[in-house]
């Protein structure tokens, strides 16, 4: 029994997220289906995480457990891409130890959130961008960054009220994690790339809860609009209470980055 | 009468090329409908060529002869940007002289093309590149392209045989052309875009026949290959036998870049 590990690129625009759900188009059941395929037997595909319809990634990590045997994994990745669709693709494969498990093993993952700040929003970003031409206060959006990191109880960033059960996070909570809804964030910054007029926020941390970045960048947009101070984040998470957050930004806009493993 | 010319970026993924169809999506047709929606008139729109179904546009450029009144430039663009898909959007909107023609008016027009030579085609780059992860010659394909400077009757390069009158070459043959499948290239060359594995052809020409960059782009594949040698170009060329040249190069990897006019 063999043990792999995948990285996954993929352009999530028409998909139903990463997690299977029947017939419905989803990566995790693009990949389940694509395996099936060459190993000729059902292998589940377990992911660092979900991520939500229409969300996207750079390399997100995940393992299967093959039974009997298996193709070299430079072949299996090409038979697995030609499979795919295009909007997926197996960027890496590699052995994995029999103790990896790509949720439970997970370290840290990486967020980026972008937003272009263009009058005019390009046809090659549209899928991958939030469009937002209206004038946002940068400096004041980074201060306000600066409050995330840290240890805090994300709850006020959640999509719902945080379950007393860890795996009740989506798979989201990682077993570095103390409480439910507390996580660690180890870097959160913004990056201005002027040519592009593209807005960056990128967010590092020992896992996220369900919808916490768009909820997070909902709230940084209306900080640059004036609509509350940079200082306010800390507030914000005090009180663990959603309400208080901004909207939830647009699932274009993210993607998952990185996944980063002890080895 | 107001002349406004518009110019366009579009993905053209998703789109039959720029010809009005009938209910096909259409670029043509898109914009068509969404002047129709503004300006309560059907106003034709007149582009400077056509495009293929899947082939991109950075800046395509267009005209149209607004009857009675019509709103400010600025606010007619958001206006439009607003009706039609995301994949298509008007760029810049400028008032015109009496005389401007989108395609009797241009003097040049510029197209890319681009092969990605990366082993795993990224999800966001599919719709927008041929993905060729196979050996090609560079410097080889580098000397070829320069056969193809300067005026030549490209017949061999052209998806039909050419027909006697200029009209019939898919709106593509400008003013200036004296013969109908001869075309004067200003400018032919290879890019290398080392970081991305991206090979970029740009040729910039007085106008181009249906297909014709695109079978271009597949003799310089073959040519990269090993099975013809760059001096064959001219061979080609001078046979005016579509026959001799390589295959026709996806759609996907091409975009029009830039059209030229004298203002």
């Given at each position: 029994?063999?043990?792999?590990?995948?990285?996954?690129?993929?352009?999530?625009?028409d998909f139903c997220g990463w997690q299977r759900q029947g017939e419905r188009p989803t990566i995790q059941g693009s990949l389940e289906l694509a395996l099936k395929t060459i190993l000729g037997a059902a292998v589940p595909v377990v992911g660092s995480g979900r991520t939500d319809a229409g969300v996207h990634a750079l390399s997100q990590v995940a393992n299967f457990r093959a039974p009997g045997t298996l193709p070299p994994l430079e072949k299996l990745q090409i038979a697995l891409n030609n499979l795919l669709p295009p909007a997926i693709r197996i960027t890496r494969t590699a052995p994995a130890g029999p103790e990896f498990h790509a949720r439970h093993s997970a370290r840290a993952k990486t967020y980026r959130y972008r937003i272009l700040q263009a009058p005019v929003c390009s046809p090659f970003l549209s899928r991958f961008v939030l469009h937002y031409p209206f004038t946002l206060d940068r400096p004041r959006m980074a201060r306000a960054v600066r409050y995330l990191e840290g240890e805090h109880d994300f709850t006020s960033f959640a999509a719902v009220p945080v379950r007393a059960r860890a795996s009740n996070q989506a798979g989201e909570l990682l077993a570095s994690a103390p409480k439910p809804a507390v996580r660690r964030i180890f870097s959160a910054r913004m990056l201005w790339r002027s040519r592009l007029s593209l807005l960056i926020f990128e967010i590092r941390g020992n896992g996220f809860l369900h919808h916490m970045v768009r909820n997070i960048v909902g709230t940084l947009i209306e900080t640059g609009r004036g609509k509350l101070a940079p200082g306010e984040i800390s507030r914000?998470?005090?009180?663990?209470?959603?309400?208080?957050?901004?909207?939830?930004?647009?699932?274009?806009?993210?993607?998952?980055v990185r996944v980063d493993y002890d080895d």
């Open positions: 029994m063999r043990n792999v590990r995948l990285h996954i690129a993929y352009d999530g625009t914000i998470l005090e009180a663990r209470d959603r309400r208080l957050a901004g909207p939830t930004a647009p699932a274009r806009g993210l993607c998952l």
